[in-house]
């Protein structure tokens, strides 16, 4: 059973009464409740509690963290931060969804800005396959059709991916690499474009369906880490420089 | 013409005699004058000037940065660190050499550890080219052979680079990827593995065309820099979610 | 100075009244004239040359090939086809243009279908960049419109792309990987979407200037060709299983 | 439970005496047997067979192919190659081992010559695991150790791999991407280097869990097949060109 921990900043849906319409007991909880029904162990920490809720313990339990995070990003403590890219490295899986992409965490793990164009104006979003046959798009047809979201544009300054999963079509002419994965260190990274807060993006099930699959195909590999550091020769060395 | 920066930790020159005999004037000069006899401008800067000599000023006025380090890479300050990344987000290409690849900067860059097998027996190396008509191998044999290096093995904990150029063949019985590009941001990044500073392996002219090669290669594409943040709707939206 | 062979099907001009105002010459005409404005050396090839105009001397003196065909792909020649792809193994470079996608070369260098979505609807296409530091985008701002294209759309059956350099919006509510890299032996090729033979799009000063760049980023790099076969050990061998 | 069939050229062990003391059912029986044990449905197919033992109802059964043949690639017939590639781009799994990156198939898959250096020295072979994460190195340690293996060399004429599994050093003083995976349609692939008929390379177990671990891998996700041709706008277009 997969153990998921869905990591929420939780701010929006306690000062915006449209998000707490859409989401009253929080983004987290409903990340939680359709990851629960698809079978998986969940947990959530938010932003307010002690270590933002990730505690070594928290993480040392964690097969797989789900992050959403928006206004308060500069509010996450730096040591935590480290502390997260430490264990993806070592190979927990992240699953980075919507304003996520410029989360501490996420811009750690990439080296660049990770900025983008936005704009909040409800239009339709339609998310392109590019690869049908990779088990993140299984279950879903040839696009998901989205009748409000933020735009998330292009120039998105992020490393090439390692795949493109899906791209978004926007009604106001934008387009977005909106499903991509990355490898860093042992740890497996889907970042998700879908999700702004006031819109119900959470409950459309093909959107919790590419969630669901995004949480498997993260999920650590059983393997050793590999050994670092000062290393014997493996052959003999006829004629040393030394 | 290129305008290069070659920056220098200069601390193993002055205080080894066996580093003081091969590079008596610092590895930087050594970098330094064949890239200038390659037609580049070139600079020098190092960790003990003040701003480890990139200021602003210098940052500005360089198309590529050349990057040595070993025993000090903790001594680089972090604010230095992020001025040198920012630059290269914004475009200034970047080389790193050898043991930059565990650089403060480096590992910004990249998002994981950096970390290696290594060896320091003086044993034979054999570089071999991977990409053969990648820029960065132009007028390059099937390999180069290197007499005496130190071995850098895998795994090497970086993230999947956007092209292999070179794999490492050692006597001891290790690979390496010794030849690897980046994009990010902007900016073009280059490592390249060889140059133990015990060894005058930057004397060797085939390393030395690998490096202009990579120099050339990393130097800017002329270019607006790309705009993020709030975009208005280029195509009418009829049916806002606001 | 770039030696450029453009290759033109050379059939809708001469059938279809509304294509020959457009092209009166015929594409490969339009596309040399640009070309050669660049400073270009140009030369054209059509279908009903003999050897399809890509005789052995022709491809030898051609540093990039362009390739324009639509309805009689069955028409070009299965030796020709394979004296091309041997060349392009060689080290030509190669520029696809718009429904050469679906060109028995093409297909070939490929090893897929190529097939994709299609719709002639002269709806209104947006051509984002999506790699603004590569040398194909050089010198074109975040997007080029085009106020009527055909719509080619994905799902679009390619190998990964080495490089995206730009994704398709369009009106009609698809996206596309419009501009995109490949290489093939020591050959580099570049395919880009735009071109429907019903509208001016090779008048079109920003798509002239990506189709001049992608043939300058294509040209071969001047390099020994790889060795392969029986090859002898470099090393000692110690303990042969022969 | 994954379907696998085995297709062997089944040449080498009924002229070769010391393949025949090696293979006495042939090179298929080998890895049907240890693929069997896996919980895997196996059947094999041979050159001699009609249609080479791949029907359409052969392969319409068949989630993943894996192919070895060496002398005798010209004698495969085109129409054979083509009917399996079609079955790899809808989403059939094929796994190529050793010698079969001369096959037909392999080349029509992947556009160029796929040529390599090569020496049959009986030299040591260390195979570098390079993604520890990856599925297909589960359950394999750093490196895997062959004491006796034909020479594959760099550089070798394949398209830039999806991903890089394994690099092979070599006692000689050579290197090779000796596993690496495509994805072609919906068809995963996997070419796997080690396997000269004259060493007893398919009874290492190391060597058996790659192949294991590269058939799971392969085996087809459940998904319909794209559409592709002719589609109507998903919006509407104010202003068309027609």
Redesign the interface.
Known sequence: MVKVTIWNEYRHEKTDEAVAKIYPEGIHQQLASFLKAAGMATKTATLDEPEHGLTEAVLAETDVLVWWGHVAHDEVEDAIVERV?KRV?E?MGLVVLHSGHMSKLFM??????C??????????E?L????????I???I??YIDL???E?Y???F?I??P???IF?????????F?SGIT???????IFYFQPGHE??PTYYNVEIQKVIINGVNWAK?????Y??????????E??????
């Not at 900025?115 to 339709?124: N, Q, S, T």
């Not at 791209?167 to 387009?175: D, F, L, P, R």
């Not at 650590?220 to 050793?224: A, F, N, S």
Request: a negative charge; glycine letters at 16%; charged letters at 35%.
């Open positions: 890219q490295l190979g750690k793990l990439m080296g660049t800005s900025d983008l164009k936005w704009r909040e104006a409800g239009e339709k339609r392109w396959v590019m690869d049908p046959s990779h088990p798009a299984d279950g047809g040839e009748e409000h979201e735009m544009g292009e120039h300054d490393p090439v390692d795949e493109l791209t978004g079509w926007y009604e106001g002419g934008n387009v690499r990355y490898k860093r260190g042992s740890g497996k006031t819109y650590p590999t059983i393997r050793d590999p050994v670092y550091g000062n290393a014997k020769a493996l052959e060395i006829k004629n040393s420089g030394k």
